[in-house]
């Protein structure tokens, strides 16, 4: 049960006013010396306390009366959502935790961030009733599901977000799309200001020059390295086609090698099959769950291509494709949300190779697919961004969580819905039994004077 | 002179005047005296009205001029006043409100019943020894007894409203010893004035008035009381302490207040008929009637009733 309007406990004093009146008009025994008592009767002092007795309950009955009043006026509300009982003054948590690169880097704490904002996490205060932890790379995302599991449970809603907050990372836009009846809090984890990475390498000539960032607050450190091609320099890449779709492809596999440069050729080896492959069964039924890290990697890199994503959206698949039974995994989908690339763990020659299904032969999308394969990850640059946002941008966006959660947005019901008019019925059923005792009490004085008369 | 309210004459710190006041106030009124003496000395005959004395009856004047005459005698003998007061707690009663003990009742308010009985008592002194009477006092509590022995003039006069006023209300009081010693202190035949609430041990106060009377001693209750004794006008809960026993008990005053004047109206018949009964001279004196009233009224009465006297010579006068 919760309370609409709490403040009308403050009401409360008023059960101060019977007990006043009660106080101050109850008829003390008055001492009075008296030259004998023997004509007063004997029951007489039993009366008197039977009077009290009905007194000290007509009291009780007219404190009740004014609690239930200040009960009604608080406005208590019993069901939740469900319509069954519920605590909705409790909190429900979602904690989203970015683990993105920046937070792999050391915080200032000495600690690896992550497992400061993991630590931090699990001891966020106020305790919460519910709550879960988000763990998420992007934080637009994880903002996106801690809305959506929140969705579903009344009380009062938080969000909670640990991360570094780089610049970049987290927009007003995405605040915005949080309801407002759920409080955020933005916590930040302070990590090291700068921070080295391999920026994509380019291939000028017969070397492959790699770049090497160095992100501090002030300045910019690019220092190049040269490497000679690998020997066997694109042996990593296998295109599993049938001849007229090789032939169809060629171009566009031979400009995706002159272009990109593999991260390690020696280890990273992909397939793609497309749809005409001549032993498409026979490899389709070889391969496996994808168990190689770099595997899982590469698929969310593609996963989060900007370039294939944008080649996936023009392809419409002239028929229903069904999607391939696990241990396959949907990498891109066309624009009917079809799966259009599916990944799995092959089996090349001689080092597992990541297999890559691809459901078109469409030119500009194999195309798009074969170069996204080539090249590094340059996502991972983002997470260099030394700036941050400050604390006076992080408040701005945070908001508190609400007291209460209004029922028309948490229940759908409106404040005239409140259950103080079960409170407000008790009220009128007390006032009832008040006047039946105090009339109780009016008829028992005749017989006390009979009493006395007889005695 | 008109007769002063009963507070105003409580209020009288010297007793004596407060009686003689009293006294005052009292022959205002057609009548001289409450006594009537045992006299031998014949005054006058005058017609025989209903409610004489046969025995007073002139028989040879009857026989002369066949009409009805009753002898009448002049006070010549000294008649003795025995004033017993009852000085039970009970009597420091004034009807007021609170539980105060001061040297002349609980109450705040009213005079109280034994302020009240010692005027009386002073008053009938006063009268007493003013016709050449004797006056006595005897009281008691539980201590011993006061005692005074009944003689006439103003020196003894003096000394006996000096006792009344130092009587202080405490303890219970045993009536029937305290009448019983009265009528045997009495050398000879007298007027045994009893001055209480009769509250305490009704049949033997009863049973030693009767003996008194057998011994030819005239008896006269002056039953005093506070108002709210007889009208118990409280309001609410009260809890009403015994000012002899000290026992306590709570009840509601507007409840009981019928049930208890209805006792208290059957307790003041009884006492009423059984004076009647027994021929002893009862009135019931009210501690808000101003004294020199109540006293008048009093004589009044007694003069108009038929004489029930042992005494075969006396009869009252005019």
Excluded at chain 2, 157 to 164: D, E, F, I, W
Excluded at chain 2, 265 to 281: E, K, V
């Amino acid at each position: 049960m919760t309370w609409l309007n709490p403040w009308a406990w403050i009401g409360l004093v008023a059960v101060g006013v019977p007990i006043a009146i009660h106080l101050l008009t109850r008829a003390q025994p008055r001492p009075q010396p008296f030259p004998t008592l023997r004509f007063l009767g004997r029951a007489t002092t039993t009366a008197v306390r039977r009077r009290v007795l009905r007194d000290r309950a007509l009291l009780a009955v007219r404190v009740a009366i004014v609690a239930a009043i200040v009960a009604a006026c608080a406005q208590p509300f019993f069901r939740t959502p469900a319509g069954g009982p519920a605590d909705a003054s409790s909190l429900r948590r979602a904690v989203v935790i970015d683990t993105s690169a920046s937070l792999q880097r050391t915080s200032t704490h000495g600690r690896q961030a992550i497992d400061v904002a993991r630590e931090l996490a699990g001891h966020l205060e106020p305790p919460a009733a519910t709550s879960v932890s988000i763990e998420v790379d992007r934080l637009p995302e994880g903002l996106a599901r801690a809305t959506t599991w929140l969705h579903s449970r009344g009380g009062r809603q938080e969000i909670v977000v640990l991360s570094d907050f780089q610049r970049g990372a987290l927009a007003q836009s995405d605040v915005a799309g949080v309801p407002a009846d759920i409080g955020l809090r933005l916590v930040k984890i302070d990590t090291a200001l700068s921070a080295s990475a391999d920026a994509p390498a380019e291939r000028i000539g017969d070397r492959v020059w790699t770049p090497r960032l160095t992100l501090e607050a002030d300045r910019t450190i690019v220092a190049w390295s040269a490497s000679a091609l690998p020997a066997r320099p694109f042996d990593d890449l296998q295109v599993i086609a049938s001849p007229p779709e090789a032939a169809r492809l060629a171009p566009a596999v031979a400009a995706a090698r002159i272009i990109g440069v593999p991260a390690d050729p020696e280890r990273h080896r992909i397939a793609v099959l497309l749809p005409g492959a001549t032993d498409r069964a026979q490899v389709l039924s070889a391969a496996g769950a994808i168990d190689q890290r770099w595997m899982f990697g590469t698929v969310e890199r593609l996963r989060h291509d900007s370039t294939l994503a944008a080649a996936a959206a023009g392809v419409v698949l002239d028929r229903s494709v069904p999607a391939e039974t696990p241990p396959f995994a949907v990498v891109a989908r066309d624009r009917t949300g079809s799966p259009l690339i599916e990944a799995a763990s092959g089996h090349g020659s001689k080092d597992p190779q990541l297999l890559l299904v691809a459901h078109s032969d469409d030119g500009l999308f194999v195309s798009a697919l074969i170069a996204s394969t080539q090249r590094t990850d340059a996502s991972a640059l983002s997470e260099l961004e030394p700036i941050t946002l400050t604390p006076e941008e992080l408040a701005t966006w945070q908001r508190p969580t609400p007291p209460t959660p209004t029922p028309s947005t948490t229940t759908g019901q409106s404040l005239q819905d409140s259950d103080g008019r079960w409170f407000w019925i008790a009220a009128l059923a007390l006032l009832a039994l008040e006047g039946w005792v105090r009339r109780t009490r009016r008829a028992a004085s005749p017989s006390e004077v009979t009493h006395a008369r007889v005695a | 002179m008109s007769a002063l309210q009963a507070d105003v004459v409580a209020a009288l710190g010297d007793l004596e005047l407060a009686a003689r006041l009293v006294v005052e106030g009292m022959r205002a009124g057609p009548h001289r005296s409450p006594f009537r003496g045992f006299s031998t000395e014949f005054q006058q005959h005058r017609s025989y009205r209903a409610g004489d004395d046969l025995r007073h009856l002139d028989w040879k004047l009857l026989a002369r001029t066949d009409r009805l005459y009753t002898r009448q005698f002049r006070d010549t003998t000294n008649m003795s006043v025995m004033l017993v007061v009852d000085t039970s707690a009970s009597m420091g009663f004034g009807g007021g409100f609170g539980g105060g003990s001061r040297a002349r009742g609980a109450g705040r308010e009213g005079v109280t019943k034994l302020r009240y009985a010692t005027i009386l008592a002073a008053a009938l002194a006063y009268l007493a020894v003013n016709e050449g009477d004797a006056a006595g006092l005897l009281s008691a509590s539980d201590g011993p007894l006061t005692y005074l022995p009944a003689r006439g003039g103003r020196a003894h006069l003096r000394s006996l409203v000096a006792r009344l006023d130092r009587l202080t209300p405490s303890g219970t009081w045993q009536p029937a010893r305290v009448i019983a010693r009265a009528a045997e202190l009495l050398k000879r035949r007298g007027l045994i004035v009893v001055l209480s609430d009769f509250y305490d041990a009704e049949d033997e106060t009863l049973r030693e008035l009767k003996r008194a009377r057998r011994r030819g001693h005239d008896v006269a209750l002056l039953h005093t009381l506070a108002r709210p004794e007889i009208t118990f006008d409280y309001r609410g809960d009260v809890e009403f302490r015994d000012l002899e026993s000290g026992a306590t008990r709570v009840v509601p005053a507007d409840a009981v207040g019928a049930g208890y004047r209805s006792a208290v109206g059957d307790f003041l018949t009884r006492w009423r008929s059984r004076a009647q009964q027994h021929g002893i001279d009862y009135a019931l004196f009210p501690t808000d009637e101003p004294p020199a009233r109540a006293l008048r009224t009093y004589v009044v009465k007694r003069d108009s009733r038929p004489r029930h006297s042992t005494s075969p010579t006396s009869t009252g006068h005019a």
